[in-house]
């Protein structure tokens, strides 16, 4: 079975310019997480899907991210104009249930110099 | 709001001997779930070890255990018979049973293990 698949796995723009990534969950898996991990940080949620719907989305800077889940399967997340302080590494994690384990990506690193 | 918390940045332990790590939490709640997840290097994050708070017994899986102290609030992981590929990112990481909230991850142990 494969697992959750993320591109690009590595990103470096110049600040002010947009980027994006993409994310494809493990198929049936209903429940669709964004996460951003910071050098020498945890993981922190920046949005949760539940099929195509974003049902917490409360840590996500809307002035400058947005996401998207189409049709409830892959998810892209944009940052539109990203600054230094956003890098780092963005994870996708999927699960079957909203309750069930997270099953992660390898993650995009993202620098923004 | 809740916090997951460890103490330890590093950890080191020779390989074949056993290391524990830390996890202290803090919660009003009484139903929760507890974890451990593991980092490798440039890899992907894997559960290693999941504890209910509601069970008494502390979780194990092969080589991993868990100490859960539910009034200490305190969840080690205990790595026994360490291999070269134990060393990573280890998180600790938390979540209220109500089915509708995210993971609260602590800010994470990196461990070593010499050869």
């Known amino acids: 079975e494969a697992g959750v698949v993320q591109s690009p796995r590595y990103k470096i723009i110049e600040k002010k310019q947009p980027v994006a990534f993409w994310c494809n969950p493990i198929?049936?898996?209903?429940?669709l997480y964004w996460y951003r991990q910071n050098l020498g940080q945890g993981p922190e949620l920046l949005i949760r899907?539940?099929?195509?719907?974003?049902?917490?989305d409360s840590q996500l800077p809307k002035d400058r991210f947005s996401a998207e889940r189409l049709k409830g399967v892959d998810s892209t997340l944009k940052i539109q104009p990203a600054e230094l302080g956003d890098s780092a590494v963005y994870l996708c994690?999927?699960?079957?249930?909203?309750?069930?384990?997270?099953?992660f990506g390898e993650g995009s690193r993202l620098t923004v110099l | 709001a809740q916090t997951v918390t460890q103490s330890q940045p590093e950890m080191s332990v020779q390989e074949a001997e056993t290391v524990t790590l830390s996890c202290t939490y803090d919660?009003?709640?009484?139903?929760?779930?507890l974890f451990w997840y593991k980092q490798p290097p440039s890899r992907q994050m894997i559960l290693v070890i999941r504890q209910e708070a509601y069970k008494q017994q502390n979780a194990t899986e092969n080589r991993f255990s868990v100490n859960f102290q539910k009034a200490a609030k305190s969840f080690s992981l205990k790595i026994s018979d360490s291999q070269l590929g134990d060393a990573a990112m280890y998180f600790c990481?938390?979540?209220?049973?109500?089915?509708?909230?995210?993971?609260?991850f602590g800010k994470g142990t990196r461990l070593s293990v010499i050869a």
């Open positions: 899907y539940e099929n195509e719907e974003a049902v917490d």
């Open positions: 198929s049936g898996h209903n429940t």
């Open positions: 994690a999927s699960s079957l249930v909203v309750a069930g384990e997270l099953f």
């Open positions: 990481a938390y979540r209220w049973d109500s089915g509708n909230t995210p993971l609260v």
């Open positions: 919660t009003s709640e009484s139903d929760y779930y």
